[in-house]
């Protein structure tokens, strides 16, 4: 199943989701009514819930009609409001589910050997498969092993670690759960996770409301004891007891809320799994993680209080339900582990509390460096249009291995540059440096980002100069995470210095804008945190003019002879199968870049499956000849990046 696909199944889910969740809101509404006419038809002294507009019949003696609107208007009210909390709560992404678990994000410069490890593998694993560095947190608090991935897209990913997960995982087994939660990066699970979490939190916050009224009602008498007062007791008592009685009757929704999350997310445990294997082909890996939670004291559980909100996101069960398997958001252990390991005998092996992982200084990496044959930069790769998209959202080991390759090449001055906010950005205007006329755009810097970082731009041109194109932008991956540690202030500042340097020899290289987009595309968002609509077009037809003008813009991109940009044009249009879009070839003084750079940014709310045409015929055109040149590649990488459509660097991985 290939990327657009899994795409589109998880946004078939989110209608699932709402199906399931207007289910368990209309269950509980009605447990809630039954409970609230139980309770006032023994306690009311007359028999009946109320009396007013009460509807009795003989068959219905319990059905009020005012009451029941009265607890349909009340419950769907707070069921509301909760849902409202929890999406601004995580209105930042995935760095809110993470900071709401007590996370802490990882220093990019890290010297720690656990934190080193973890950050290699993910560096590989990022690089691999074309998705953008995500920003890693460690729950320090957490002994139990376990692990997630959250947000809403590739740009505001988080990938998250417990302590105890770095210190009893071997290389192989960290390598097998990061490759577990990339999957749900890959797979749309994380916007579907982020979407459960609002609206079961929002049934939750019945119970959540009952809870807060009882706890502060009960500082109140406490405060009011030690001061001698006594005025307004019996008042407080009573609020007490409404608050007790409304957390117990919020329980209700707790079992419903649960339930939701277990039927959404047990299947795309499977998956993930499957997917992990895949990725490393070492099944040991991800099996020996999860046969060590279960031989493991502390198990995968975590101790934060919002463990249970945020438990459809974790690698293995976070918290433990009074049901047991009825409601565990995750299958069982020795399941997950009979799917990858036949074998397994169902015994766990027994772990102790400060099991240490037997791993050496992480030089994995590095130490791959000879075992491939280096890349050349200036040739060109044949390569196929379907193999452009088949590779979309796909790792393989051998994906991996050159992700590792990949990072072993880069210089170590541009490497360790890349993970300090100060020098990532001295490492961009290098880059930017390199591609343009240097007097202008050295003097640009020194204007605008002063004599301190002007000189230590001028100390990475260099390096950056003898770096090969195809690492230029992968190592530009590798520097967001340390770019999303500036401040808003700072950031507004490197961003007007980026805009000036694209801008001082007054022409935009390919190189250039494709920089620009990914900076925008998960900077941007970063920064600004309000994200726009997810999906608008789920018809070709209503975006068919943007699409012909991206694709002759790409058409004049490629050739200057009249008879190959129509030849071109139209055998692109034909990858699109419709038979709507016009196959004459707009004027060329449509087809500029900033027509190009208009088009895309309509085009990126499209669905999945029409990504999946659009970018294909993009290929098509880009490839027409069988070949792909490092501009070209940088083109349809900011093409690829602008649909949040992953692709690996696939100028390693097919050599002419």
Not at 263 to 272: G, K, N, P
Not at 282 to 305: M, R
Not at 626 to 640: G, H, K, N, P
Request: hydrophobic residues 45%.
């Amino acid at each position: 199943m290939d990327f657009f696909t899994q795409q589109d199944r998880a946004k078939s889910k989110t209608s699932v989701l709402i199906v399931y969740f207007s289910i368990s809101v209309l269950l509980t509404i009605l447990a809630i009514y039954g409970a609230t006419a139980f309770f006032l038809t023994h306690f009311s002294g007359n028999g009946r819930p109320s009396d007013g507009l009460a509807l009795f019949t003989d068959g219905l003696p319990w059905f009020d009609l005012e009451l029941f609107l009265l607890v349909f208007g009340s419950v769907s009210l707070l069921i509301a409001i909760g849902s409202s909390v929890m999406m601004f709560r995580l209105s930042q992404g995935g760095k809110s589910v993470a900071t709401l678990l007590g996370g802490r994000p990882l220093n990019p410069s890290t010297t720690q050997r656990d934190e080193i490890k973890l950050r290699n593998v993910v560096e590989e694993m990022s690089l691999a498969s074309g998705l953008p560095m995500p920003e890693l947190y460690l729950l320090d608090q957490e002994d139990g092993i376990n692990a997630f991935a959250a947000g809403y897209t590739s740009s505001d990913a988080v990938v998250g670690v417990t302590k105890g997960c770095l210190q009893t995982l071997t290389r192989d087994e960290l390598q097998g759960v990061i490759a577990h939660e990339f999957s749900h990066i890959l797979n749309g699970d994380m916007r579907l996770n982020m979407r459960l979490a609002c609206l079961t939190h929002g049934i939750l916050f019945i119970s959540e409301t009952g809870k807060w009224i009882f706890q502060a009602a009960g500082r109140t008498v406490t405060s009011g004891s030690r001061g001698g007062k006594k005025d307004g007791l019996p008042i407080i008592l009573v609020v007490m007891l409404a608050g007790g009685i409304l957390t117990l009757i919020g329980s209700i929704g707790y079992f419903f809320s649960s339930a939701l999350k277990a039927a959404i997310s047990r299947q795309r445990e499977f998956l993930a799994d499957a997917s992990a294997v895949q990725f490393t082909r070492n099944p040991s890996g991800i099996s020996g993680v999860l046969k060590k939670i279960g031989g493991f004291k502390a198990g995968s559980a975590l101790k934060a209080p919002e463990a249970g909100q945020a438990s459809h996101f974790f690698f293995s069960q976070g918290v433990n339900f009074f049901l047991g398997n009825l409601l565990s958001t995750h299958p069982p252990l020795a399941e997950r582990i009979r799917a990858i390991d036949p074998t397994f005998n169902y015994e766990f092996p027994k772990l102790a509390a400060t099991f240490q992982a037997e791993d050496t200084a992480d030089t994995t990496a590095k130490s791959l460096s000879s075992e491939f044959a280096p890349v050349s930069p200036s040739r060109a790769s044949l390569v196929k249009p379907e193999q452009v998209i088949n590779s979309v959202g796909k790792m393989d080991p051998t994906q991996l291995q050159l992700g590792q390759l990949l990072r072993a090449k880069i210089p170590e001055a541009l490497f360790a540059a890349a993970h300090e906010p100060y020098s990532a950005q001295a490492l961009l205007f290098a880059a930017l440096v390199v591609d343009s006329e240097k007097e202008k755009t050295e003097s640009s810097i020194l204007t605008l980002a002063g004599e301190n970082l002007s000189l230590e731009t001028l100390k990475l041109i260099p390096a950056f100069q003898a770096l090969p194109h195809s690492l230029r932008l992968p190592l530009i991956d590798l520097s967001l995470p340390a770019l999303k540690l500036l401040s808003p202030a700072q950031y507004q500042k490197f961003r007007q210095t980026i805009q000036t340097l694209v801008e001082a020899d007054l022409s935009i290289s390919l190189f250039e804008y494709t920089l620009q987009k990914i900076l925008i595309r998960h900077l941007d968002s970063h920064f600004s945190p309000a994200r726009k609509p997810e999906v608008k077009f789920s018809s070709l037809n209503s975006i068919l003019e943007p699409t012909r003008i991206l694709l002759a813009s790409l058409a004049y991109f490629d050739s200057s002879d009249p008879n190959v940009i129509d030849k071109v044009f139209k055998e692109g249009c034909k990858q699109l199968n419709t038979t709507e879009v016009s196959h004459d070839l707009p004027a060329q003084e449509a087809c500029g870049l900033a027509q190009f750079d208009q088009s895309l940014n309509v085009l990126q709310y499209a669905v999945p499956s029409i990504k999946k045409n659009i970018l294909y015929a993009c290929a098509t055109i880009v490839m027409f000849d069988s070949q792909i040149t490092e501009q070209e590649e940088d083109l349809l990488r900011a093409i690829a990046t602008t649909l949040d459509c992953p692709i690996p660097p696939f100028a390693l991985r097919t050599q002419s």
